[in-house]
Nanobody, 120 residues
Framework: QVQLVESGGGLVQAGGSLRLSCAASGSIRSLNDMDWYRQAPGKQRRLVAAITSGGSTNYAGSVKDRFTISRDNAKNTMYLQMNNLKPEDTAVYYC??????????????WGQGTQVTVSS
């Protein structure tokens, strides 16, 4: 089994910054593509940013130039640096990863979610 543990969420004023972390542990051979999603109240869960095992990135248009996704493969950890936060960024943020396990099979995992609240 693999666990994804998120940290770094909290309360922040508009214009402020937060950095989210997602640490993977368990029966991991390697982490493949990893992503951040978010879900605002009454809304669908949406992709925020994605990063491949090789470091290629993609962003939702609403966060491009404000958020930066990165990863540290040696630590099995992914990050989301969130700058110039806006009230519309308020949501539960979820870590997602495609994991190649020690069995040789690949499975997708989700973190528990962490709340980000931006006040205006």
């Amino acid at each position: 089994q693999v666990q994804l543990v998120e940290s770094g969420g909290g309360l922040v004023q508009a214009g402020g910054s937060l950095r989210l972390s997602c640490a993977a542990s368990g029966s991991i051979r390697s982490l493949n593509d990893m992503d951040w999603y978010r879900q605002a109240p009454g809304k669908q869960r949406r992709l925020v940013a994605a990063i491949t095992s090789g470091g290629s990135t993609n962003y939702a248009g609403s966060v491009k130039d404000r958020f930066t996704i990165s990863r540290d493969n040696a630590k099995n950890t992914m990050y989301l640096q969130m700058n110039n936060l806006k009230p519309e960024d308020t949501a539960v943020y979820y870590c997602h990863a495609d994991v190649l396990e020690t069995t040789g099979h690949e499975y997708s995992y989700w973190g528990q979610g962490t709340q980000v609240t931006v006040s205006s």
